[in-house]
């Protein structure tokens, strides 16, 4: 059976089909393709370290009651409750290895609702200023943010030779965690631990991060 269509009724109809292809796309997806978004230098005011980030996401000292000399949080603010979050924590550690860092960092969450553990801790996928570091995935209902969201957390933890230990915590809700992944990978990649005693500041890092988009001017974090 023919339908006679008129061209005003064929438009009206390709335009209710391409409304419905865009509705039926990730929201999140839609939102990041549209920012024009460039890479910039987060240098500690220190010298502890340098890391590259997006220019959507802004640095905030992570936990304000902390002596943690590195202790950073970089956060991008998605539509309604969706976030994702960067912490970076440098410190003194009572560990001897990475393993045992990474395994014990998500012990206070296991008390959240539907905690489960996503990877157990492998070692070898990520490096932190150079050094081999160990990973676990897990996830888990926050019952400390609005609407108590699932969260899907990365956590890689890598031990120094002076000591020291330092964690890169991926924190973000689980819709978001594949699409900002890259994103992460490539932050954690640039970041450069340029004094390890936490006293003097130390000679500058570089700024030759192959594969990164171009870098806007460097931004000095205050914190």
Request: charged content about 20%; hydrophobic content about 35%; aromatic content about 10%.
């Amino acid at each position: 059976m023919w339908i006679d269509l008129s061209r005003n009724d064929l438009t009206i109809i390709s335009s209710v089909i391409m409304c419905a292809i865009l509705l039926s796309l990730p929201i999140t997806q839609i939102y990041a393709s549209s920012e024009n978004v460039v890479w910039k230098t987060f240098k500690e005011k220190n010298g502890l370290f340098t890391i590259k980030y997006p220019s959507n996401w802004s640095p905030l000292k992570a936990y304000p009651d902390s002596t943690a000399p590195i202790n950073i949080v970089f956060s991008y603010t998605g539509r309604e409750s969706s976030f994702a979050e960067l912490y970076l924590i440098g410190q003194e550690s009572i560990y001897t290895n990475a393993t045992d860092l990474v395994d014990d960092y998500p012990v206070y969450l296991q008390n959240e609702q539907n905690f489960k553990l996503l990877q157990p801790t492998e070692c070898g996928t990520y490096t932190i200023s150079n050094l081999t570091a160990c990973d676990t995935i897990i996830t888990f209902k926050s019952s400390h943010l609005d609407g108590k969201p699932v969260i899907k957390d990365l956590i890689v933890g890598t031990i120094g030779e002076d000591g020291s230990e330092y964690i890169a915590e991926y924190y973000v809700t689980k819709d978001l965690f594949d699409t900002f992944l890259p994103v992460v990978e490539e932050m954690i990649r640039s970041i450069n631990i340029t004094d390890t005693s936490g006293l003097p500041e130390s000679d500058s890092a570089t700024d030759d991060f192959p594969g990164l988009p171009p870098l806007s001017e460097p931004t000095i974090g205050k914190l």
